[in-house]
């Protein structure tokens, strides 16, 4: 009975709420991809964070302070969303920590200048936003009412990426030598955070099925290789991929081969910041066990003096 009141919901487009029926599998995947996702958002925040100090103004050090402060809430609305499931935030955070758990790929690589910055608002945003729009017609409910914020917020991020580096190329040849040099090493990258090309990706058709991915993996791929070419093309760099072009009988861009050893390489957790990220969250953690055992004994008296 409950097994055909959750089909029908899904075949009608309707969403599943936290106190329906739901497979133990489906559950199991929501909570998986949704701390993965939480865990991107927070360990997201290291990359650009590390040029907070070094940001070349004051308005762009405000900029930056915002930006990054909004990842911080995008993950903690996540784990919100998963906890409607039944997860522990405490638990996914060890998980993570412990590398039981994912987090994107793409936040395992080094912010070398400040081009990156503006390089990852523009393409990192950019992949994120591609991914993450057909999810706010997500089937489960917490999940995809999430994402609507999220997604505005995401494509403030991604216009503040590009206007930074529309100023750097109006800058000096240094400063457009800089952008270059930052689209260089993250463009591969972005194309690498749609996950596996579509044969090699285990979720995918049980997630289509259910509704909890409106697209496969080299679909919003492709959606973002034709998207990010006129805007490379308007700023005045180059994506470095020779075989990129348009291919007419398609109606779409062809692009060159991915190297899919990387992913699995960084995905596995030997990319070339892993271990710094996970440390600098490890100590993150440690450093603010007072202020949780503070909180909750706080929270305990509270509920003490309510019961007198
Ligand atoms: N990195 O079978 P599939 C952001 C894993 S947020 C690491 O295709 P699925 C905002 C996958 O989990 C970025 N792992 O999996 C921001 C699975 O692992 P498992 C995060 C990856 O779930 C911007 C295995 O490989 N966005 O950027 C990756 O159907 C700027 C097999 O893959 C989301 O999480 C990868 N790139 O499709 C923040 C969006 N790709 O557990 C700061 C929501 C795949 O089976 C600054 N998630 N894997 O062993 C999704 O849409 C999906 O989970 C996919 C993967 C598309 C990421």
Redesign the pocket.
């Known amino acids: 009975m409950s097994e055909q009141v959750f089909a029908d919901t899904i075949e009608k487009d309707q969403r599943i709420e936290p106190r329906d029926w739901m497979p133990d599998k489906y559950r199991a995947?929501m909570i998986?991809?949704?701390a993965?996702?939480a865990h991107?958002?927070i360990i997201?925040?290291q990359?650009?964070g590390a040029w907070i100090t070094r940001a070349p103004s004051l308005r762009r050090k405000a900029i930056l302070l915002a930006?990054v402060q909004d990842?911080a809430g995008?993950g903690l609305y996540l784990y919100s969303a998963a906890e409607t499931l039944g997860a522990d935030r405490g638990d996914l955070t060890r998980r993570l920590i412990e590398g039981r758990?994912?987090?994107?790929?793409?936040?395992n690589y080094p912010t070398l200048t400040f081009a990156d910055v503006g390089v990852?608002?523009w393409l990192?945003?950019g992949?994120?936003i591609c991914?993450?729009v057909p999810?706010c017609r997500s089937s489960y409910g917490p999940y995809a009412r999430a994402m609507i914020r999220i997604c505005k917020e995401?494509s403030f991020?991604q216009r503040q990426g590009y206007e930074l580096l529309m100023t750097m190329m109006r800058g000096t040849e240094a400063q457009r030598a800089m952008v270059q040099d930052a689209v260089d090493r993250w463009w591969w990258p972005s194309l690498?955070?749609?996950?596996?090309p579509d044969g090699?990706?285990?979720?995918?058709a049980q997630?289509m099925a259910w509704k909890?991915?409106r697209h496969t993996?080299d679909e919003?791929r492709q959606r973002f290789v034709d998207m990010s070419v006129p805007q490379a093309e308007a700023l005045g760099v180059r994506l470095p991929d020779d075989d990129l072009r348009w291919n007419a009988d398609r109606e779409h861009y062809d692009f060159g081969a991915i190297d899919w050893s990387e992913?699995k390489r960084?995905?596995s957790g030997d990319g070339p910041m892993n271990a710094e990220r996970i440390a600098h969250r490890r100590r993150a953690d440690e450093e603010g066990a007072w202020v949780r055992e503070a909180a909750a004994a706080h929270a305990a008296k509270k509920r003490e003096a309510a019961a007198k």
Request: cysteine-free.
């Open positions: 995947t998986r991809q949704i993965q996702h991107s958002e997201g925040m990359p650009e930006k990842e995008h758990q994912k987090y994107s790929s793409i936040f990852i608002g990192v945003d992949a994120a991914n993450q999810l995401e991020h690498m955070m749609f996950g596996p090699d990706s285990p979720n995918t997630s909890i991915k993996n919003l992913l960084v995905i």
